[in-house]
């Protein structure tokens, strides 16, 4: 990947979910460092107390990058909020270039643990909030030239060591999936590429080092320093076609087993 030109994002548009830390960050930077606007929709506004950086602190590092960015404080559950994201983008740079899925919750315990508000969080931010921020950027994006739609999800992957693993943490993400999926067969004709990206493994990030089982988790995890890679991963490898690449998400590998 390193022999490839890099790929120019001036004057490029990103609307981006989530974005106030960890690996929407990572490609929100990385947009920037190659000239992009980015707009970015979060709900941290102010620091939390285990949770570092804010949408704000973002920005910065998206402007110290040498990119352009936007704070929109506001919820990817809530439908004003997301088209207030994308109005921002429209108004302040023109359009829409590149929607980003990243926006996700997790929570791993055993069904019968499992509280019922936990499973509507990942629901509501991780299906309805693709949905949402999908849905209100698809005019815009069919407007312009090679753009774009990126979704943080897996590979399907019907293995019953996974799906047993955390069923409802892995129905919610086969959920942004199968939305890609879909809407890649949908929008085949419209000019605008639909790819996945996914870890295989997980990532130490803040989401992951507060979970309930987080020791566990971050014995898996492999460090935040896969940054670099996956930068490249993410700019390198938006869809030169209208389709999923043999209808497979794009992944990045490791040496870990995956997760789903």
Known sequence: M????????????????????????????AAARRGANVVLLAKT?????????????????IEAAGGKG?????????????????????????GVDIC????????????????????????????????????ACLPHLRKRVDTHVLTLAPPMNMNPHW???HPSYTLSKYGMTLLSLGWAAEYADAGIGFA????????????????????????RSR??????RRERAVLHRFPTTHRF????????RGRRRPHY
């Open 70 to 94: 936007v704070a929109v404080v506001g919820d990817v559950r809530n439908e004003e909020d997301v088209q207030r994201a994308v109005d921002t983008a429209v108004e302040r740079f023109g």
């Open 100 to 135: 980003v899925n990243n926006a996700s919750a997790i929570a791993t315990e055993p069904t019968e643990k499992l509280a019922a508000k936990k499973f509507d969080l990942m629901m509501d931010i991780n299906v309805r909030g693709t949905f949402l921020l999908t849905k």
């Open 196 to 219: 996945c990206l996914w870890p295989e493994t997980y990532i130490a990030t803040a989401a992951v080092a507060n979970s309930p089982n987080f020791e566990a988790m971050l014995e």
């Open 163 to 165: 799906l047993g693993a």
């Open 2 to 29: 390193s022999n490839q030109p890099t790929k120019s994002f001036t004057d490029r548009t990103m609307v981006v979910s989530g974005a106030s830390r960890g690996i929407g960050l990572a490609i929100a930077v």
């Open 245 to 252: 690449r043999r209808n497979r998400p794009v992944r990045l």
């Open 45 to 61: 506004a102010e620091p939390h107390p285990k949770l570092p950086g804010t949408v704000h602190t973002a920005v910065a590092d």
């Open 223 to 228: 460090s935040p320093e896969i940054r670099r």
